[in-house]
């Protein structure tokens, strides 16, 4: 089993930024992949950005120049900074790891970015 902890949301003005960050403990595995992923009132839940075991990333077209994943893989964690944050950032965001022995989810923290 795996535990991931979120934290680092809140309430932010556009424009502004805002750092994630998913703590995982348990079953981790050297090789695996974390994420970011968010979801809206409303919406189905989506990728914002995730990242290997070997570093290699991807992004939501939507966030590129904007957001940054990163992995401290000593501290078994995952970042998200988040610059020039609009409203439409709006979400609860989720951290997820997958490894060969499963696919894991936080509990999300929320963000809020007012206009």
């Known amino acids: 089993q795996v535990q991931l902890v979120e934290s680092g949301g809140g309430l932010v003005q556009a424009g502004g930024s805002l750092r994630l960050s998913c703590a995982a403990s348990?079953?981790?595995?050297?090789?695996?992949?974390m994420g970011w992923y968010r979801q809206a009132p409303g919406k189905q839940r989506e990728l914002v950005a995730r990242i290997t075991s070997d570093y290699s990333t991807n992004y939501a077209d939507s966030v590129k120049g904007r957001f940054a994943i990163s992995r401290d893989t000593a501290k078994n964690t995952v970042y998200l900074q988040m610059n020039n944050l609009k409203p439409e950032d709006t979400a609860v965001y989720y951290c997820r790891m997958t490894n060969a022995r499963g696919d894991y989810w936080g509990q999300g923290t929320q963000v809020t970015v007012s206009s």
């Open positions: 348990g079953s981790i595995f050297s090789r695996n992949v």
